[in-house]
């Protein structure tokens, strides 16, 4: 049998792990099954549990102490669903998606402020986040699934010990957890992990008990991450039901949930802040302070032209700080450093000097887009995910570089700070950096020309075949493929540089050794405390059957949990302090 493996391309970092030695837990002085719904008295703090009751009732505490951190916090909460149905080999392909995106707010229960002017999940369910079943969920869908109950006691449920387990660094105590036969429907049925040191509950898998008639609820593997010391936090969901009852018969669904933006609205934390934070006096030289080259007389007044090209970054700044304040640009860091790198490989082989600065950055979303916010290049963490080499990244970058090279219209009304007054939820609507029909078209011959003088030109097969496997699979995912603030991959009924596809070898996807599209969500790694993004530290996988590729799909969370510690809350506070 052939086989393939996903290459680790020039701009992905190597992978390495330290392997754990074996170590058991303490001993509980474990009771089996915990049938007393009274609270056992706690150990002095810092001290081990004396019996399994007592780690339970630890447990039980941080949950609820949790839910009080929730409630002051307002994190993004995306959703990315597919439903998928079987082929003639049984290999379920998607055929439909949906796509959310929010704002998570926890009062007495979990409820969701839309960035998508449509009804949330929290509220409405399924049936109306996606419009194509007829199921609802209780009780309060996706957003429901970050924490196990809002009521969680040991009145309501029995737990019983299974074993004990690491999941990474984190030795985790595995216990089974089950509502009550009294208990009221909705209650959590399945499995928490919970640590050994604070005993947070990590990581929970299961699904609520006793739906409603004509109601289900999916099951689901939620995880959380130590963002602060001794704080775990909400990060992952991953939610799958392989026989769904729909109006077109039975049908398999995927979700993933992810959460970030934690520290946007912080306990404490405030825009006045920054006053208190310790300021860089401007050096002379280069006097515009906003990226814009005048080497005649630094010193001097600009020049017209100059003053033009200052209200433009100006009006690019102010887009883009807004868009990293509401929680939907990453702060600047290493992977922007990487498209930066891939940038300037085009724009000097092609002898190109643009005068203002070109920067990238990374757009924290899961569908498919980028677009330029005049001299600044925007790609979409859903886009970095699924390229499959660094030739399919030069293809994205050059087409944007090609709006700028070409000069098309940048329109500086954000220059204006009034115009960035208005809530997060309506950034969609109220900022557009969408193109005309045309200047995609022109940018797109551009970007051909640039392509061909470029380090990349010899590799363009690949970025070709991902264009072949985006328009086979287009169809089936538009949420994924529907650009939000800028355009997205498809033009019409075509593609974005669709001419690469003439070179590039026929799309097989029956080929193991054929890889044209990633999966989602294995190439950038979110801090969601911080919204920092890095390059995931993977290995190349060997694949065995070609289902295994996978492109654009959605597969589980298996987070390598760490535990944080003061040194390294420190470390990803002063990272944050970057410049735009």
Wanted: proline fraction near 7%; glycine fraction near 6%; hydrophobic fraction near 40%.
């Amino acid at each position: 049998m052939r086989r393939a493996s996903y290459q680790a391309v020039l701009f992905l970092l190597s992978f390495f792990v330290v392997p754990l030695a074996a170590q058991d837990f303490p001993s509980f002085g474990v009771q089996p099954n915990t049938s007393d719904a009274a609270v056992t008295p706690h150990a002095a703090p810092g001290a081990a549990p004396g019996s399994f009751d007592e780690l339970v009732d630890r447990a039980v505490e941080r949950e609820h102490q949790l839910l009080t951190q929730l409630r002051n916090l307002r994190p993004m909460v995306e959703t990315y669903l597919q439903e998928l149905k079987p082929d003639a080999n049984g290999t379920g392909y998607p055929i439909n998606d949906q796509y959310f995106l929010g704002r998570l707010e926890m009062g007495e229960s979990p409820e969701d402020v839309s960035f998508m002017h449509k009804a949330g999940f929290a509220r409405s369910g399924l049936s109306k986040l996606t419009g194509i079943y007829s199921l609802h969920f209780q009780p309060l869908g996706f957003a429901q699934m970050v924490v196990l109950d809002t009521d969680f006691e040991k009145k309501n449920y029995t737990f019983t010990f299974v074993r004990r387990e690491f999941l990474g660094e984190v030795r985790c105590a595995v216990i089974d957890v089950q509502p009550r036969p009294e208990a009221s429907p909705g209650r959590f049925a399945g499995r928490i992990w919970v640590e050994d040191q604070d005993y947070n509950i990590v990581r929970f898998n299961g699904t609520y008990s006793h739906p409603a008639k004509n109601s289900l609820y999916l099951h689901f593997d939620s995880w959380r991450l130590n963002l602060k010391p001794g704080v775990w936090l909400p990060a992952y969901v991953y939610s799958e039901e392989s026989d769904l009852e729909t109006r077109s018969g039975r049908a398999r669904v995927k979700a993933q949930t992810r959460l970030w933006g934690y520290d946007l609205n912080a306990p404490g934390k405030s825009g006045n802040d920054e006053f208190t934070q310790v300021l860089i006096e401007a050096q002379p030289g280069i006097g515009t302070g906003l990226g814009v080259k005048d080497s005649t007389n630094p010193s001097a007044d600009p020049t017209p032209i100059i003053a033009e090209r200052m209200w433009e970054r100006l009006a690019e700044d102010n887009a883009i700080e807004r868009l990293q304040k509401v929680g939907l640009l990453a702060p600047p860091g290493e992977v922007d450093k990487v498209l930066q790198t891939v940038a300037d490989n085009l724009l000097v082989s092609n002898n190109i000097d643009v005068q203002s600065e070109v920067r990238c950055r990374v757009l924290i979303t899961a569908p498919l887009e980028s677009f330029t916010i005049g001299h600044t290049i925007v790609v979409s963490r859903g886009l970095l995910d699924v390229l499959p080499d660094e030739a399919s990244l030069a293809m994205v970058l050059a087409h944007e570089l090609s709006h700028i090279v070409l000069g098309h219209q940048f329109d500086p009304k954000l220059a204006f700070n009034d115009r960035l007054f208005f809530p997060d939820e309506q950034s969609f609507q109220r900022m557009d950096f969408k193109r005309r029909v045309a200047d995609e078209e022109s940018a797109d011959a551009k970007a051909l020309d640039l392509l061909k003088n470029s380090p990349y030109k010899d590799k363009l097969g690949s970025a070709g075949l991902f264009l072949r496997a985006l328009q086979h699979r287009a169809p089936e995912l538009p949420n994924l493929i529907r650009p939000h603030l800028g355009n997205g991959l498809a033009v019409g009924e075509g593609l974005r540089m669709s001419a690469l596809m003439t070179s590039a070898p026929q799309l097989d996807e029956q080929r193991v050794d054929q890889i044209a599209a990633l999966p989602l969500g294995g190439r950038i790694k979110l801090d969601p405390w911080s919204d920092h993004i890095e390059l995931a530290h993977i290995q190349p996988v060997t694949l065995a059957l070609a289902k295994e590729k996978r492109p654009f799909e959605i597969s589980p969370f298996f987070p390598y949990l760490t535990r944080l510690t003061g040194a390294q809350a420190d470390k990803v506070t002063v990272a944050g302090s970057g410049s735009k």
